[in-house]
């Protein structure tokens, strides 16, 4: 079955950095798009950043943009999110989801503060 588990949150301190991790299993991963979506304490669903199956086309939330790279490594069946200079609010639940949004991982809790 399709299987992702999310690895790499923690708590970190204002300007930090953190990879994420999502490792796939139960499909052909290289087939697909992948995204990363956060939940804030209190808060909805927010769309981060996806990448192609190929991994040659990224994009991201404004709120991210330029903090943050989304890559894969095929060969490895794993996402990653680099997450760079970062800020209390981008404390949240992390989860990795499969193109079209039809698996989701269990999530990865990131806290920022000092």
């Known amino acids: 079955q399709v299987r992702l588990l999310e690895s790499g949150g923690g708590l970190v301190q204002p300007g930090g950095s953190l990879r994420l991790s999502c490792a796939a299993s139960?499909?052909?991963?290289?087939?697909?798009?992948m995204s990363w979506v956060r939940q804030a304490p209190g808060k909805g669903l927010e769309w981060v950043s996806a990448i192609t199956n190929s991994g040659f086309s990224t994009s991201y939330a404004h709120s991210v943009e330029g903090r943050a790279t989304i890559s894969r490594d095929n060969a490895k069946n794993t996402l990653y999110l680099q997450m760079n200079s970062l800020k209390p609010e981008d404390t949240a639940v992390y989860y990795c989801t499969k193109y079209p949004y039809d698996y989701w991982g269990q999530g990865t809790q990131v806290t920022v503060s000092s």
């Open positions: 139960g499909f052909t991963f290289s087939s697909y798009a």
